[in-house]
């Protein structure tokens, strides 16, 4: 089973920017799709970017579309989450998720293992 450790998250102004990294327990991790998720207080945690396995595909929620980049290196076991231009909207607790069907998953069903999240608050 592999774990996921979230980092990164902080207080940023709007405008600015903060990177996400989330570290995987298991040398396995290049067998797993790769997404991130958040979820705001009262609202259903929501897709944000999604990674294939040796990250040639990606894929992103509207929202963050232009924004944001997922990204992942394979020989740290690592996955990332580059936010620009950040909104106060984007305010949530970030979670990074593992598919191991290898998938570009939009929902949270489609991923089997998940980080304990981090947290973004953007000021406005």
Do not use: H
């Not at 949530?92 to 089997?112: H, I, K, Q, R, T």
Request: net charge positive; hydrophobic share 35%.
């Amino acid at each position: 089973q592999v774990q996921l450790v979230e980092s990164g998250g902080g207080l940023v102004q709007a405008g600015g920017s903060l990177r996400l990294s989330c570290a995987a327990s298991e040398r396995t991790f290049s067998y797993y799709g790769m997404g991130w998720f958040r979820q705001a207080p009262g609202k259903e945690r929501e897709f944000v970017a999604a990674i294939s396995r040796r990250g040639s595909s990606t894929y992103y929620a509207d929202s963050v579309k232009g924004r944001f980049t997922i990204s992942r290196d394979n020989a740290k076991n690592t996955v990332y989450l580059q936010m620009n231009s950040l909104k106060p909207e984007d305010t949530a607790v970030y979670y990074c998720a593992a598919d191991p069907n290898g998938g570009l998953g939009l929902f949270p069903v489609n991923y089997a293992y998940w980080g304990q999240g981090t947290q973004v608050t953007v000021s406005s």
